[in-house]
């Protein structure tokens, strides 16, 4: 049986042309959570165990980069948009860097809620970030 391989999944960057997205280069890891917030449906009746049912859900992307530059279309745009506070589209193409619009596997619009960049001694530059929904996903196929 064949596996998923991590490395085939990329995050790409709404450009400024609308539906032109551009691969953020340097991706070493990137992790998709989904987490349902609860709704206490508990009642005395129940003790001494209380009961829940999922309630909205979150979506954030994790994503960590080792900055390959010049990348104006990729890094430096996600990094330029970092400073704001606007929502901006995103996608995850599972082709690798070779991925074709075809390959869309998830895009919404998201803010870009973390941003952090350590600069370590005889180290590379390290970029960390959280992505966060600014709204449901257009296109949402991860499995």
Known sequence: MAKKLGNDYRLWIESATPGTYNEIKGQTS?????????IDTSTKDDYPYGTQAP??????????????????NG???????????S????????????????DVVFE????IGSFDTDYGKNDVV????QLSLAAAPTTDALA
């Open 30 to 38: 990137m992790k998709v959570s989904r987490k349902a917030g609860e």
């Open 55 to 72: 309630g909205l859900k979150t979506l954030t992307i994790d994503v960590e980069l080792y900055p390959n530059l010049p990348d104006a």
């Open 75 to 85: 890094y430096t745009l996600f990094e330029t948009a970092a400073q704001g506070s």
């Open 87 to 102: 929502p901006k589209k995103f996608q995850i193409r599972k082709g690798g860097s070779a991925g074709a619009a075809g």
């Open 108 to 111: 919404a619009s998201m803010y």
């Open 126 to 129: 390290k970029c960390n970030s």
